[in-house]
């Protein structure tokens, strides 16, 4: 029973950008209705049941998606998000058909929500699900052929959103405290989901039912399926508390000799992090890899791979004396920093990429030692755009378009590390963070606030710089050497004013550490020096001489 969204929904729903002044900042109705928390969606999802049937000669599905909700607050009309360019065929709330309408990319439902209550939302589907152009670094459905000439399909949706294809409240700030998904594909394919498996149904009609469940919350774009001819193997990883974790993946058939080889190097990863940070989060569905029609993607408990088996990423990316497949190291950090901490909002996914990439180095330390970690960070500082600001604008869906969030965010981390100068508070620095929002959510300031406690200093203004401003801190200096003394006057050239680093410079032999603010400083020393070094190897800065 579908309406046309009436002329006061609509004013309200304007009204909500232009409070936000979104209007201001060239963001539209549509950004809104996915990236706000507006008062149709001021309910709570506790859980999802997923059940989707493909057509994949004519590339389409049929989906049936329940969702059982609870109001936070009284609203009066309820907001399920589900792309246009699907059709709504039924919307059913605890049985009853309902009329709702559609704007934009969103399912509206009038319906009077009282404050605690609880309610079964049953939304009907069904249509042809946009195609990825270049997975998984835009949103969609990959069909694919695999060697073979036989189909191989996935789905990749981080950033653009889970609604491409199936309906949900498309907010990081929801997650389903568990969810089961059921597949029905071609009887000669298997269909491979987040979790575990709970049983497969054959049908008459030549095809096969997958049903799949996940026991702890999981960000809806991590909701995924992989539909191939997979065969799977299983392996284990022992943590330091002698628990075991069941380890299975799943690769293409002809892949398989070679993936129990090549994936060993898992347990390498899951050791290391569990070293830093504690062991993996998501214990009871268990850890996979799948190998997918597209690089790579951080699946919850069925990552995504698709690096051909290759060191590196498809054998390039990191330097020569590494040897560890990129995409295993890069996908498993998320499951820490992603999946099982997450941000409440798409503007603040540095939390996800910048600490997971920092966990790379973090494996190359445990493994390398530290000098090589910083090595491994200097090759990707060229990668660093200094374009735009990491942290973006709340409320309207809006993501980093670069890969500052990844690189520059890790350096970020890197260079408040050398500040602190401290390893013992800074490991413990992070490890707390991941252990007090583990299965929950962090924000910016969680972090922030975390830092000043332990350090006992604040560091707002540093991280501040690097996350919400474009530029990095620029060391101005002089050096003025007479005969027999030497002036050193210094400052940092930043966007916020209260900005306080420390630098390092090496005079001679002696190294010699200066806490340098955003006024101009002198220190006058007692002779002249041969050789003035400035020591920023380890931390993301510019140094800019003034004088010789």
Same mark, same amino acid.
């Given at each position: 029973m579908r309406l046309k969204i009436s002329s006061l929904s609509f004013l309200i729903l304007l009204l909500i950008c232009l409070q936000n002044g979104l209007a201001q900042k060239q963001f539209s109705l549509k950004d809104s209705l996915r990236g706000s928390l507006n008062? !149709?969606?001021?309910?709570?999802?506790?859980?999802?049941?997923?059940? *989707?049937?493909?057509?994949?000669?004519?590339?389409?599905i049929q989906g049936i998606c329940q969702m059982n909700i609870m109001a936070t607050q009284e609203q009066q009309t309820i907001q399920v998000d589900?792309?246009?360019?699907?059709?709504?065929?039924?919307?059913? +709330?605890?049985?009853?058909?309902?009329?709702?309408?559609?704007?934009?990319?969103?399912?509206?439902i009038p319906y009077l929500l009282k404050t605690g209550a609880k309610k079964l939302?049953? *939304?009907?589907?069904?249509?042809?699900?946009?195609?990825?152009?270049?997975?998984? #670094?835009?949103?969609?459905?990959?069909?694919?052929?695999?060697?073979?000439? &036989?189909?191989?399909?996935?789905?990749?949706?981080?950033?653009?959103?889970? !609604?491409?294809?199936?309906?949900?409240?498309?907010?990081?700030?929801?997650?389903?405290?568990s969810m089961k998904m059921h597949f029905t594909v071609p009887e000669n394919l298997v269909a491979v989901s987040n979790g575990n498996l709970l049983k497969t149904d054959s049908k008459k009609t030549g095809t096969k039912t997958y049903h799949w469940a996940v026991s702890y919350p999981i960000n809806n774009y991590n909701v995924t399926f992989y539909i191939g001819h997979y065969q799977s193997f299983k392996d284990s990883y022992s943590a330091q508390d002698g628990q075991i974790l069941d380890i299975e993946h799943y690769v293409l058939d002809y892949n398989l000799d070679k993936a129990k080889n090549h994936f060993k190097q898992t347990k390498k990863v899951l050791e290391a992090f569990e070293f830093y940070?504690?062991?993996?989060? =998501?214990?009871?569905?268990?850890? !996979?890899?799948?190998?997918?029609?597209?690089?790579?993607?951080?699946?919850?408990?069925?990552?995504?791979y698709g690096n051909g088996f290759q060191r590196g990423y498809y054998g390039a990316l990191i330097p020569d004396e590494f040897d560890f497949d990129y995409i295993i190291l890069h996908e498993s950090g998320h499951e820490y920093f992603g999946n099982s901490v997450s941000c409440n909002d798409i503007a603040e996914m540095w939390i996800h990429e910048s =600490? /997971?990439?920092?966990?790379?180095?973090?494996? +190359?330390?445990?493994?390398?030692?530290?000098?090589?970690?910083?090595?491994?960070?200097?090759?990707?500082? !060229?990668?660093?755009?200094?374009? @735009?600001? *990491?942290?973006?604008?709340?409320? %309207?869906?809006?993501?980093?378009?670069?890969?500052?969030?990844?690189? $520059?965010?890790? #350096?970020?981390?890197?260079?408040? &590390? $050398?500040?602190?100068?401290?390893?013992?508070? #800074?490991?413990?620095?992070?490890?707390?963070?991941?252990?007090s929002h583990a299965l929950s959510h962090a924000t910016t300031?969680?972090?922030?606030?975390?830092?000043?406690?332990? /350090?006992?200093?604040?560091? /707002?203004?540093? %991280?501040? @710089?690097?996350?919400?401003?474009? $530029? +990095?801190?620029?060391?101005?200096?002089?050096?003025? @050497? $007479?005969?027999?003394?030497?002036?050193?006057?210094y400052r940092w050239v930043v966007d916020e004013k209260d900005f306080s680093m420390p630098v390092w410079f090496k005079l001679d032999k002696k190294v010699i550490k200066l806490e340098a603010g955003t006024e101009w400083q002198n220190m006058s020393m007692s002779r002249a020096y041969q050789s003035v070094e400035a020591l920023n190897k380890d931390v993301l800065i510019d140094l800019k001489l003034l004088n010789n």
């Amino acid at each position: 029973m579908r309406l046309k969204i009436s002329s006061l929904s609509f004013l309200i729903l304007l009204l909500i950008c232009l409070q936000n002044g979104l209007a201001q900042k060239q963001f539209s109705l549509k950004d809104s209705l996915r990236g706000s928390l507006n008062p !149709s969606r001021m309910y709570d999802v506790k859980f999802y049941d997923l059940s *989707i049937e493909f057509d994949i000669p004519e590339k389409k599905i049929q989906g049936i998606c329940q969702m059982n909700i609870m109001a936070t607050q009284e609203q009066q009309t309820i907001q399920v998000d589900l792309f246009e360019n699907l059709k709504v065929d039924k919307v059913l +709330i605890d049985n009853k058909e309902q009329k709702f309408s559609r704007l934009y990319n969103t399912i509206q439902i009038p319906y009077l929500l009282k404050t605690g209550a609880k309610k079964l939302i049953e *939304i009907h589907y069904s249509g042809k699900p946009i195609a990825a152009k270049r997975a998984p #670094w835009d949103g969609g459905f990959t069909w694919q052929k695999d060697k073979q000439d &036989r189909d191989w399909i996935a789905v990749s949706c981080e950033g653009i959103g889970a !609604s491409l294809w199936w309906p949900n409240k498309d907010h990081l700030s929801d997650e389903p405290d568990s969810m089961k998904m059921h597949f029905t594909v071609p009887e000669n394919l298997v269909a491979v989901s987040n979790g575990n498996l709970l049983k497969t149904d054959s049908k008459k009609t030549g095809t096969k039912t997958y049903h799949w469940a996940v026991s702890y919350p999981i960000n809806n774009y991590n909701v995924t399926f992989y539909i191939g001819h997979y065969q799977s193997f299983k392996d284990s990883y022992s943590a330091q508390d002698g628990q075991i974790l069941d380890i299975e993946h799943y690769v293409l058939d002809y892949n398989l000799d070679k993936a129990k080889n090549h994936f060993k190097q898992t347990k390498k990863v899951l050791e290391a992090f569990e070293f830093y940070l504690g062991k993996y989060p =998501f214990w009871r569905d268990g850890f !996979s890899l799948v190998e997918a029609p597209f690089a790579g993607m951080e699946h919850q408990s069925a990552i995504a791979y698709g690096n051909g088996f290759q060191r590196g990423y498809y054998g390039a990316l990191i330097p020569d004396e590494f040897d560890f497949d990129y995409i295993i190291l890069h996908e498993s950090g998320h499951e820490y920093f992603g999946n099982s901490v997450s941000c409440n909002d798409i503007a603040e996914m540095w939390i996800h990429e910048s =600490f /997971t990439t920092y966990l790379e180095s973090l494996f +190359i330390e445990y493994y390398y030692g530290k000098s090589a970690a910083v090595s491994y960070l200097q090759s990707q500082r !060229s990668f660093i755009a200094n374009k @735009q600001s *990491i942290v973006r604008t709340k409320g %309207v869906n809006d993501e980093p378009e670069d890969s500052d969030q990844y690189y $520059k965010g890790a #350096w970020m981390l890197q260079s408040l &590390r $050398k500040c602190i100068d401290q390893d013992s508070i #800074w490991f413990g620095i992070i490890k707390e963070f991941y252990q007090s929002h583990a299965l929950s959510h962090a924000t910016t300031e969680d972090f922030i606030n975390l830092v000043n406690q332990r /350090t006992k200093k604040n560091f /707002t203004a540093v %991280v501040h @710089q690097y996350l919400n401003h474009n $530029k +990095i801190p620029v060391l101005e200096y002089k050096i003025d @050497q $007479k005969s027999d003394y030497t002036d050193f006057s210094y400052r940092w050239v930043v966007d916020e004013k209260d900005f306080s680093m420390p630098v390092w410079f090496k005079l001679d032999k002696k190294v010699i550490k200066l806490e340098a603010g955003t006024e101009w400083q002198n220190m006058s020393m007692s002779r002249a020096y041969q050789s003035v070094e400035a020591l920023n190897k380890d931390v993301l800065i510019d140094l800019k001489l003034l004088n010789n």
